[in-house]
């Protein structure tokens, strides 16, 4: 009786609490699985739940009983679908849904607004820029994806076109093309151009960095292709060639760029093709008509692919091929036409990843890219470079060939989600490198004159330019994203890195959080710490096998008072350690109505055990070694030997303000303080062997202060809309040197003036002859304010501290192609 007492019980209790199931999938315009989406359903009394998709882009959700609910999908990336009717049977439904994602508006197409998404996906803060963002906003030099990076917080371009994020130097940032390294085998740079047509998303994270990313502590740049479109797509941009009168009229920038999309095999294959053509000319104001600009040539091509396989089973490819050509490289007032580089550069990058979905059981992906780069630097003329206190003479002291290459596969795989006290995903992976590196230079040499033309000191070199150095890296990692609650995510990761130049095993944990509070779905509050690895750079562990310099110093009576002076750069004797960036990061973000979002972070990043050289023999000179005296050298004038001294460290604060206006139009505005330091600012090296005693102080492109807005937003006339970018900044900084080329006073120590450009365009949309057409006319830098860019920075000059270059208020006119009606 008590057995059939408690049944009954259970049997009234069940049906009360037997919840129905709403199961499916979300997936892209190209059929492509979507994880990380949120979907909120909500009943008829405004009660929610919501849950997230996974590696596979299914997702399940229990709700309290059938009928009918208002559901909501949101994806940063995607437009969101908003309020749409869904129907839940009483035995569970099975749905599945298609995101668009965001691209430049030219049509009418059945999407909600532009996303203002909360991505309680992750916990590592990010900035984002989509396709139609690069289109819309008025950045100079629209055709340079590198220069529209600048306008996001955190990212810097210094004096000389180099991109820095978060305070660092190019190299401490991984760069990304579709999941593949970009980062020059060399340099470590970014050095790869890329059309803004061809980016379907950049994407840039920092602080507490997923495990898979290594090899960079400052952040990650990660860029998305396009693959295709559901239509065929296409576009032309600039393919009217300008003109403009500056000293006389002449042929402006032309910089013609089309794209073409859409499906090879409608519902299975989709293709992108991006070319662009770059005719460039950089004025210098200042020198005389003829002499006065810089021209270079640049044709790329980005061709990317996605094909479906099966349904779970898609494979993506993508071919870049770049070329450039720039005849008086680094010409500035300070550094006329015949002291100039011809630069030539190619580049050929291909991949292949192929994703493999198992039906509920996971994800494993497969992937290879191959980057080739090939580089030419050519003087006007063979002879030395003479640096004087009003500039540079003679001709340009290096002729090199340079090629990398580097090869990387990776294999990465998601585990089924389980559950406890939660649901966990893990995902784990495994990637190889093998990079290498060529060169084959020459070096005559340079010298020092005074204001009255008496030498001051020459410069040879000798010994061999041609060298090689090759590296194989090597990286594991899992992490575990453990969503506790629907609102409460915890991620925790272990990576661990090894190559075969350090011969050492580098574990780097990482810890993040992200919590929305239960008084607000639109807020999130994240943080965490890190410890991310530097790559290692072959550039620097080439240098003791590349020349070395002999310096004579003259007395004034032009006799040699001391030299040849032998200066080289050594390896250490003993193991070297992998440099590291410690990261700490704490952030909060809230969306309000109408398309409102406030964010703020703070972000603190301390590197440590950076390579650097130093010096051995300060203070002291020392008789040259035996094999160094059939080069005449005498002394030893330094012996930079490679060290794990270098110590970095940037710390931020910023305040983001934006809204989204309709499909297409946005503003943003952010204001950001931050600090870059470092004890090893000026990088000694055989091109440039400066002298500097006291190394300790603000990075080159150290902004304490920074104010950056854009927008695009509608007229009150149909069809048009204004754009519009303003940037203010604290000037750079940089050192004062003696007549003798050392460094004088504290590095770093001047600054130049504040920098301020407010760019103003207004566009009109319209259709003609059944084609779509954007006309866009207005003015970059309207306030026609200087923005210098070099300054004579000899101490012994008349001329000390005057500035020269920027460019001040430049009229543009863009008309753009946007397809057929």
Known sequence: MRFAFVAACWGLVLPLNAQVPLSGQVRSATNAPVSGARLIVRAGGGASQQTFTGAEGRFRLELPAAGVYQLDIERPGFYPVRGARLEIAPGGTDAAFTLEPVREVVESIDVGAAPLTIDMDTTTPKQTLSGADLQNIPYPNTNDFRSALRILPGVTRDNKGGLHINGATEEQTLYTLNGFLLNDPLTGRFETRLTVESVQSVEIANGVLPAEYGRGSAGVLAVQSDSGAGKLRYSATNFVPGFENRKGWTLGDWTPRVNVSGPILRGRMWFSDSLEFQYMKTFIRELPKGEDRNPSVRVGNLFSTQTNITPSHILYTSFLWNQWTAARTGLTFLDPRETTIDRRSRQAFVSVKDQIYLGGRGLLEFGYAGNRTYGREIPQGWGRLLFTPDGKRGYHYVDARRRGLRDQFLVNGFLPAWRAAGTHQVKAGWDFHRVRYWQNVERSGFENFNESGQPLLLTRYAGDGQLSLGNLESALFVQDSWRVRTDLLVEAGLRLDWDQLLHRYSPSPRLGVAWSPPWGEHTKVYGGVARVYDATSLRLFSRPDDQVTLTSYYA??????????????????????????????????????????????????????????????????????????????????????????????????????????????????????????????????????????????PMPWDAPHRFVAWAYLPLPMKNWAVATMFDARTGFPFSSRTEMGGVTGAVNAMRFPNFLEWNLHFERRFQLRGNRWALRFGANNLTNRLNPDTVNNNTASSHYLQFYGGTGRAFNVRIRWLGKL
């Open 556 to 697: 004034p009576d032009g006799v040699v008072r001391r030299g040849p002076a032998l200066t080289m750069f050594q390896a250490p004797g003993s193991p070297l350690r992998r440099p590291f960036g410690n990261t700490a990061n704490a952030g909060i973000e809230h969306h309000f109505p109408g398309g409102f979002a406030a964010r703020a972070d703070l972000l603190y990043r301390h590197g440590t055990r950076g390579f650097t050289y130093l010096n051995s023999l300060t203070g002291r000179d020392e008789p040259a070694p035996e094999w160094a005296r059939p080069l005449n050298a005498r002394i030893m004038d330094a012996l930079f030997v490679l060290s794990n001294e270098r110590v970095d460290s940037y710390r931020a604060a910023t305040v983001s303000l934006k809204q989204n206006i309709g499909r297409m139009y946005e503003w943003r505005a952010s204001y950001i303080w931050s600090r870059a330091r470092s004890n090893a600012v000026v990088d000694v090296n055989v091109d440039d062997p400066i002298a500097v005693l006291n190394n300790a102080g």
